[in-house]
C-alpha cells in the first residue's frame, strides 16, 4: 500500500510517500527556518502563508521522487494537530481535496503519533538491510522531545477489540512538560544570548568547547507526577546568571554583529563566544539532558519494558544520544536518523498506515486540532 503523507503542523512543508508503512519512497521538506529565523521563533501567520506557497511543490516532489503519480498513491494520511491551526489547515485542505479529487482513502494523523512511528520506521529500514540489528518493538517508553512537546508515552501493542481488525498500538502518555518543552527552552537560552535559531543545534555544537561542571544548575525538582517535565526553571535560572552581567553586554554585542553575517560559521560563533558563554550553555544542555534521560529511565523502568525510544527535533542532540547510551545500560535505546527525528511526513505516512490497514478512515469533516492529546492518561 502507497500511502501519501502530508505534514505542515508547525514550521515545515512536508511530503513522503511510503510503502507498506516500511520502506521510504519519498520524503520532501521545505523548511521555513530562514524566514523565521530573524524573529527569534515560528511566526504563525507567516507560517500559514508560506505553506500555501510550499504544499504543491513539496507533494509534486515527493511524487517525482518516488517516481509516481497522484494516481498510483493508495491513499492519504495528513496530520491532523496538534499544532498551528492556519498552518495545520493548509496540508489539511489540501490532503482532503486530494483523497476527495481522486477517491482515495484519507486518515488523520496525530504529530505524536507520527514521532513515534519514526522511530519503527527508521528500524524497519534499517534491519531490511541488515537483519542482525534488534527490532524496535513495542511495549516500549518513548520520549517525544522536540520544539512543541516533551511527553512520555507507553506505546503497547493495541488491544484486540470485539470488531477486528483493531488498532495495533494503543498509547498511554505518562508524563508531559508542564511549562516549556524541551526544545522551546534550547530555542529561548538561545535567543536570550544571541546565538541564532534554531537554538537546539547550535547550543548542540557550542558545548562541546564548554564545560558543564563549571555551571551547576542542580536535578529539576518538582512535586507530583515524577515523570512530568518542567523547564522554565532552568531557563529562568540561565536568565538569572546573564542579566545585569558581563554576559548580557557580550550577547547584545553579538546580536549586533550577528545582523552584519547572514549566517556565520561555528568557528566565527564561537570566536564570538567568552569561555563563560561556553559554560554557561553547556551547564544547561546538560541539565534538561540528565533531566529527560532521567525520567525516561524511571519510565521504563516503571513500566517494565526493554525497549526504549527518542524521537522529535531533540532527539538529534548528541549528548543525549550519548547519555542514553551510557545510563540506560539493559535497554534497547532506539532513536530514528536526524532526518526522521524532525519533523517529516514519511512519519505521518508509516503512522497513518496502520489506521488504514485497522480499517480507520476520515471524511470532509476532519479538522486540525490545536491541542490533541494522543491516547489515554495514565490512571
Ligand atoms: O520535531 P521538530 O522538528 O519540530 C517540532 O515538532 O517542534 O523539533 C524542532 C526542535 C527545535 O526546538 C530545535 O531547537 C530542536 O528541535 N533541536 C535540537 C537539536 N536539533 C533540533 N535540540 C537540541 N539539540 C539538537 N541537536
Ligand atoms: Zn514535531
Not at 527556518?33 to 500555501?52: D, N, W
Not at 529511565?297 to 525497549?307: G, H, P, T
Request: negative net charge.
Amino acid at each position: 500500500m502507497l500511502v501519501l503523507g502530508i505534514e505542515s503542523s508547525c514550521d515545515e512543508t512536508a511530503a513522503a510517500v511510503v510503502a507498506d508503512g516500511e520502506r521510504i519512497c519519498s520524503s520532501a521538506v521545505a523548511s521555513q527556518i530562514l524566514m523565521h529565523e530573524k524573529y527569534g521563533g515560528v511566526v504563525p501567520e507567516l507560517a500559514s502563508r508560506e505553506h500555501l506557497r510550499a504544499i504543491e511543490p513539496v507533494v509534486e516532489q515527493a511524487l517525482g521522487q518516488a517516481h509516481v503519480t497522484m494516481h498510483d498513491v493508495d491513499a492519504i494520511a495528513v496530520t491532523e494537530g496538534p499544532g498551528l491551526v492556519g498552518s495545520l489547515l493548509v496540508g489539511l485542505v489540501y490532503g482532503k481535496a486530494l483523497a476527495l479529487a481522486l477517491d482515495k482513502p484519507l486518515v488523520g494523523v496525530n504529530h505524536l503519533e507520527g514521532h513515534i512511528h519514526a522511530v519503527m520506521l527508521e528500524n524497519k529500514m534499517d534491519r531490511a538491510a541488515d537483519k542482525s540489528l534488534a527490532e524496535a518493538r513495542v511495549p516500549a517508553v518513548t520520549l517525544v522531545v522536540s520544539g512543541g512537546h516533551t511527553t512520555l508515552f507507553l506505546v503497547a501493542p493495541g488491544a484486540p477489540g470485539s470488531n477486528p481488525p483493531y488498532p495495533p498500538f494503543a498509547y498511554t502518555q505518562l508524563g508531559h512538560s508542564r511549562d516549556d518543552a524541551a526544545g522551546e527552552a534550547f530555542d529561548k537560552v538561545a535567543r536570550l544570548l544571541a546565538l541564532g535559531y534554531p537554538g537546539g543545534p547550535i547550543i548542540d555544537k557550542l558545548s562541546r568547547f564548554g564545560n558543564a561542571n563549571a555551571v551547576d544548575f542542580g536535578h529539576i525538582r518538582m512535586k507530583g507526577n515524577p515523570l512530568d517535565f518542567s523547564f522554565s526553571g532552568v531557563k529562568t535560572a540561565v536568565l538569572y546568571r546573564v542579566r545585569g552581567t558581563e554576559l548580557a553586554a557580550e550577547a547584545e554585542e553579538r546580536r549586533a554583529w550577528r545582523k552584519t553575517v547572514e549566517r556565520p560559521s561555528l568557528d566565527e560563533l564561537r570566536a564570538h563566544c567568552s569561555q563563560a558563554t561556553l559554560d554557561l550553555v553547556s551547564g544547561f544542555q546538560h541539565a534538561v539532558v540528565q533531566d529527560l534521560v532521567e525520567r525516561t529511565l524511571a519510565a521504563a523502568e516503571e513500566a517494565r519494558v526493554d525497549n526504549i525510544f527518542v524521537s522529535g527535533g531533540v532527539a538529534c542532540n548528541s549528548l543525549l544520544r550519548q547519555r542514553f547510551v551510557e545510563w540506560c545500560r539493559g535497554f534497547q535505546v532506539f532513536f530514528p536518523s536526524p532526518s526522521l527525528s524532525t519533523d517529516n511526513a514519511a512519519m505521518i505516512a508509516a503512522a497513518g498506515y496502520y489506521k488504514l490497514i485497522a480499517g480507520e478512515r476520515a471524511g470532509i469533516s476532519l479538522a486540525p486540532h490545536a491541542s490533541f492529546p494522543l491516547g489515554v492518561k495514565r490512571a
